[in-house]
């Protein structure tokens, strides 16, 4: 049996650097869009809104997937995050290190492959377009 591959799109920001934040997640699962969100998450810096993109989408596909046959790209637009995540940068900010360690523990709970890269801003429009919609709504 194939391994099936999710392509995960995050994107996360915040209006003020702190200020109101918000996450935007698009999973596609062999090409085919399974689920896509965009919320709020209060106060925070950019960075933290980018790790906690990648946090909710660590949690939700906790929640739907059922072994271990499956790998998991993230796709980012913040080099810092990616980097961070890959182990190439050091992560000297302690709120940011908090965060990586919380992605690690649910990397170690969801299993598969799980791997991280960048691409530009402008190929993560759509995770970026729910980060928008969801504080406009605010």
Same mark, same amino acid.
């Given at each position: 049996?194939?391994?099936?591959?999710?392509?995960?799109?995050?994107?996360?920001?915040?209006?003020?650097?702190?200020?109101?934040?918000?996450?935007?997640?698009?999973?596609?699962?062999?090409?085919?869009?399974?689920?896509?969100?965009?919320?709020?998450?209060?106060?925070?810096?950019?960075?933290?809104? =980018?790790?906690? &993109? +990648? !946090?909710?989408?660590?949690?939700?596909? #906790?929640?739907?997937?059922?072994?271990?046959? *499956?790998?998991?790209?993230?796709?980012?637009?913040?080099?810092?995050?990616?980097?961070?995540?890959?182990?190439?940068?050091?992560?000297?900010?302690?709120?940011?290190?908090?965060?990586?360690?919380?992605?690690?523990?649910?990397?170690? =709970?969801?299993? &598969? +492959? !799980?791997?991280?890269?960048?691409?530009? #801003?402008?190929?993560?429009?759509?995770?970026? *377009?729910?980060?928008?919609?969801?504080?406009?709504?605010?």
């Amino acid at each position: 049996m194939a391994k099936d591959i999710y392509h995960i799109h995050t994107d996360g920001g915040a209006r003020g650097n702190p200020g109101p934040a918000a996450v935007g997640v698009v999973i596609h699962k062999n090409g085919i869009l399974l689920h896509k969100f965009g919320r709020t998450i209060g106060k925070a810096t950019n960075n933290v809104a =980018e790790y906690r &993109g +990648v !946090i909710e989408a660590l949690k939700y596909m #906790r929640s739907v997937l059922k072994n271990d046959e *499956f790998e998991l790209l993230f796709i980012l637009d913040s080099m810092l995050i990616v980097n961070q995540l890959n182990g190439i940068f050091k992560i000297k900010e302690p709120s940011l290190r908090e965060l990586s360690l919380e992605v690690k523990l649910l990397e170690q =709970e969801v299993g &598969g +492959v !799980i791997r991280y890269t960048t691409v530009p #801003r402008e190929q993560n429009r759509d995770a970026d *377009f729910l980060v928008n919609q969801a504080l406009d709504s605010e």
